[in-house]
């Protein structure tokens, strides 16, 4: 399994344009298959 570190900065920037949405799909779909995990900071988690 890959695991995929995401800081809460790339969140952010990635969260604030609606263009990003395309590639946030893209990253669902192999987690949801369980081939990604996503770390993410626990604060990302929280909001």
């Known amino acids: 399994m890959l695991k995929l570190l995401?800081?809460?900065s790339v969140w952010l920037?990635?969260?604030k344009d609606y263009?990003?949405?395309p590639l946030l799909t893209l990253l669902g779909d192999p987690v949801d298959r369980d081939e990604i995990e996503l770390l993410v900071p626990e604060v990302v988690?929280?909001?």
């Open 6 to 8: 995401i800081d809460t």
């Open 19 to 21: 263009r990003n949405l």
């Open 13 to 15: 920037d990635l969260a």
């Open 45 to 47: 988690h929280e909001e």
